[in-house]
């Protein structure tokens, strides 16, 4: 990098990609760490450093990006963790400041933003359907632990308005957006929150993870070969409803295949999931089971939102209008979503 003198007037930054030197030097001096090595692992969301520190220790500062929904919702996020932590939940814990503090408020020249240092979370993420299996029991232990959590509530909720009335008005903040896509999604929205209406009464309400697609947790063995799975990234977790959390799953495998409808790898997949979550106690409703093509496309109408919402720091590049058309089509086709096992599958434990 090289030094410059004073940044032109007419520049306005949308955001930082910080260097990782700097990051260390703010977890030496504000966690009394000795880092001895940092790297960038991806800009996205957030902004998230590997670390190393004397002795070995592993760990992973975020440094949060700032989001039109509002302030950042850390002290809900942290107060969870150390809750579902003190409750035997796998989490990757987080890290009090060596004054005690939650978090770390740093001055960007697009704002301010909060870093936040955690333990590391070994293991990889989930492949084998044994490893998918022990993702659903950790999601029902977590479940069943944040039941008593009394902390610091949520700024946000995983509701209707979270999931899909934000995105609404970010379309319609979309610079040129077609009058038609905007018009179609205007229905779109309208029918799958009228359809949340009519199905809420019956659905289970739990504190949501808000991002259990998959990558969000690591699956470790134990000596006994047994696998166990550690959660991790909670910054969009909030109250909800249980399918929401479920069926985040299989909507980032719908996507990241490009696929309209279930294919035999999925459905094994989510036969062991939904198995493994029920083998830790907790319970699926058939109002739960039957919402979750409702809330897979709610799941897709909110992330869809999270990159319009980002246009001036990712570019239009992310949701580009033929795109955005397209999407329309894929969530009706997900209206009719089957997930039952394939025929000849091996039951799920």
């Known amino acids: 990098m090289t030094s410059a003198g004073p940044c032109d007037p007419e520049l306005v ?9 700097s990051v260390a030097a703010w977890v030496r001096r504000h966690y009394g760490l000795a880092v001895e090595h940092c790297v960038l692992i991806r800009r996205g969301l957030n902004d998230n450093y590997a ?7 592993r760990h992973v500062a975020r440094l949060y990006t700032i989001r039109p929904r509002g302030p950042f919702n850390i002290e809900f996020e942290t107060a969870l963790l150390a809750h579902l932590q003190r ?29 936040v240092l955690f333990r590391h979370a070994d293991g990889a993420v989930p492949d084998a359907l044994d490893e998918f299996a022990a993702t659903g029991e950790a999601l029902a232990c977590m479940h069943a632990a944040a039941r008593d959590y009394a902390g610091p509530p949520s700024l946000y909720a ?23 896509v905007l018009a179609s999604y205007e229905s779109l929205i309208g029918a799958l929150l009228d359809q949340l209406a009519a199905a809420q009464p019956g659905l289970t309400r739990v504190l949501c993870h808000g991002d259990t697609h998959g990558f969000n947790n690591h699956v470790v063995a134990d000596e006994a070969g047994g696998k166990r799975a550690v959660l991790f990234d909670f910054d969009d977790a909030g109250p ?14 719908l996507v990241r295949k490009g696929l309209r409808e279930a294919d035999d790898v999925l459905r094994e997949r989510w036969a ?5 979550y029920r083998a830790a106690g907790g319970v699926v409703g058939d109002a739960d089971r039957a919402a ?35 999407q329309v089509e894929v969530m009706a086709a997900w209206k009719t979503l ?6 000849g599958a091996a039951a799920a434990p």
């Not at 930054?13 to 030197?21: L, Q």
């Not at 062991?272 to 493994?276: D, E, I, K, S, V």
């Not at 089957?338 to 025929?343: K, Q, S, V, W």
């Open 87 to 115: 409750r035997g939940v796998g989490v990757a814990a987080p890290v009090a400041t060596a004054a005690g503090g939650t978090h770390v408020a740093l001055q960007c020249p697009e704002g301010r933003r909060a870093l």
């Open 13 to 21: 930054p949308a955001h930082t990609t910080v260097a990782a030197a």
């Open 292 to 326: 979750l093509p409702l809330f897979i496309q709610l799941r897709h109408l909110w992330n869809l939102g999270e990159g319009v919402s980002r246009l001036h720091h990712w570019g239009t590049s992310v949701a580009p209008e033929d795109w955005l058309r397209r």
């Open 158 to 180: 995983l509701d209707g308005h979270g999931l899909a009335g934000r995105t609404l008005a970010y379309l319609k903040a979309y610079p040129g957006l077609d009058a038609g």
């Open 272 to 276: 062991h999931y939904l198995a493994g």
């Open 51 to 57: 670390l190393r520190v004397q002795g070995g220790a």
């Open 338 to 343: 089957d997930l039952a096992p394939p025929a």
């Open 240 to 253: 909800g409803f249980l399918a929401y959390d479920l069926a985040v799953m299989p909507w980032s495998y």
